[in-house]
């Protein structure tokens, strides 16, 4: 295996702050950042750069949600190799608060919609690419797309300006040969661009996967430590940084975020391979129904009544896409 | 992906019994069998056949770690589907203990051994299959055996009366790559058996691992519910039974043992993926020095000390393989 062009893309803050809502301390980030420049981590998601004014519930999240330049520039003083990076949502970023890349810390933004927002979302990455940054853009549910809608979606992307696209497992439901399969095509259909993956371990292939798209020439992998993000969450960050073949990567700074700050915080907050998790992975559904049971003191391990309930029409109720 | 003719075999009690001391009730194994035969799982390992006479600490155990026929017999009065098998280690099992197979509730004899002692496993599979047993025979640690060591017990087991040759990440240390290329060895040099994979989830790659193995023509897959198994335990049966194609299979029966066995037994014993067994994993070593510090509630998530211990040579105590 020969994956040494390959980059990881911590994203313990930005998806990790999906499980509590964003509530990490500033010295809690800058370990963080300490121990994932001096692993050679590649990017630091630090957050989200969406608009308050645009979101509900905005008021009780962290500041990690609604990244601010001037408080960033606090937090990190004195920036190392790894780069920062932001995420923003078509319809909840107000481009207005994108500085200029030589006036901010960060270094990419990366856009992520559904496969009927790619439009409104290369129009953003020509806005931040205009203004010097990065740019990724990040399809979600590719599960649940159909092949005509993702070839149209290449006519747009193939002339755009982006510089990856991301091949994001957003139900955690795709294995090895469905990421072979969608990489291969990515490649057939965008010669021109770089790729990157976004998995989720509701089957335990989060790392698996990824593995397999270093493999096939993908270049940004997407990580975080413990495996912090939503529901299953993400590839850990420890596994890739250690099993990389010819990589510049060093284990024993991501030990120490995991002693310090992960393994204390997973004492507090839930996230990982759980059963209720696994069955929306295996039904290829979005996890909120069963994110929904976890948070039910009374209901979160009966799982079996869980599975009726998807399984069974007549009572499928809590079941949107 | 076409792997209906792979067979599960369930390792929950032999496996999980590492755990817990085989400490499990009549009636959850009861139950085990139940749902697992409901489920369509193929075979169910209940336990070990070793002799207690030749095993130190053999009054505390579990029935389920010196298994008795007529104990079995009552156990589970009437058999389905599911068959029952059993594991023998080379050296702690008297085989005098092992009745006829028509006079006994076990289907499944497997010889487990070290790569130095094949020889002396195949005249215990000889012996049990002369009884009239199905049997396996299991190299343990073979990311830790030469390669001329291999071949020379290809040449002895190609001629033995076995039925299927197990292939064993003792140490969770192999990724897919390594495994195709097993399985790869494995299928040139013994073109008349049938082969077995048994995974461990220190790299949180069981799952994948098994699938890899599926595709490439191994029949015989070793599972436990929830993955239960010694340190960071096996392949979870519930994403095999889901997960595999063209398969028999049904998820819910493995649900139910879910809900009403794994889950409640998770909230008192521990195993999976945690980053001790991720080290001992990652550098391609027993667990017992990662078990060991997970058994002393002060250090056990000193996991930086841990690792400066194992990779520093001049304070490399508590590694012996």
């Known amino acids: 295996m020969k994956s040494n062009q390959c980059k990881i893309v911590d994203c313990t803050i930005r998806d990790g702050g999906l499980v509590n809502n964003w509530d990490f301390s500033i010295e809690f980030v800058q370990q963080l950042y300490a121990g994932l420049n001096e692993a050679g981590v590649d990017y630091m998601e630090i957050g989200y750069k969406n608009s308050p004014k645009l979101l509900k519930g905005a008021d009780s999240a962290g500041p990690w949600r609604f990244l601010n330049d001037d408080f960033l520039r606090k937090v990190i003083p004195q920036k190392g190799n790894t780069k920062l990076s932001a ?63 993702l070839l149209e979606a290449f006519e747009l992307i193939k002339d755009s300006v982006v510089d990856v696209v991301y091949i994001v497992d957003s139900y955690g439901s795709l294995d090895n040969n469905d990421f072979r399969h969608l990489i291969d095509k990515f490649k057939t259909h965008l010669p021109n661009k770089r790729l990157g993956v976004h998995t989720h371990n509701n089957m335990q292939l989060a790392f698996a996967n990824t593995l397999v798209a270093a493999e096939n020439g993908v270049e940004l992998l997407d990580a975080s430590v413990y495996g912090m993000g939503r529901a299953a969450g993400n590839c850990p960050t420890e596994l890739l940084v250690t099993h990389l073949k010819n990589s510049k990567y060093h284990l024993r700074p991501i030990l120490e975020i995991l002693e310090n700050l992960m393994i204390p915080l997973r004492e507090k907050e839930e996230w990982g391979y759980l059963i209720p998790y696994m069955i929306t992975g295996t039904l290829d559904e979005h996890p909120r129904s069963a994110m929904a049971l976890r948070a039910s003191e009374e209901d979160k391990d009966k799982v079996v009544d869980f599975y009726d309930k998807l399984t069974t029409p007549e009572v499928n109720f809590n079941k949107k896409k």
Chains 1, 2 share one sequence.
């Open 87 to 149: 995420l923003v949502d078509v319809g909840r970023v107000d481009e207005n608060d994108i500085l200029p890349r030589s006036e901010s810390m960060l270094d990419l933004i990366r856009v992520a919609c559904y496969i009927k927002d790619v439009d409104k979302a290369l129009q953003l990455v020509q806005v931040f690419h205009d203004r010097g940054y990065e740019t990724t853009l990040n399809i979600m549910a590719l599960s649940n797309v159909m092949d005509h809608e």
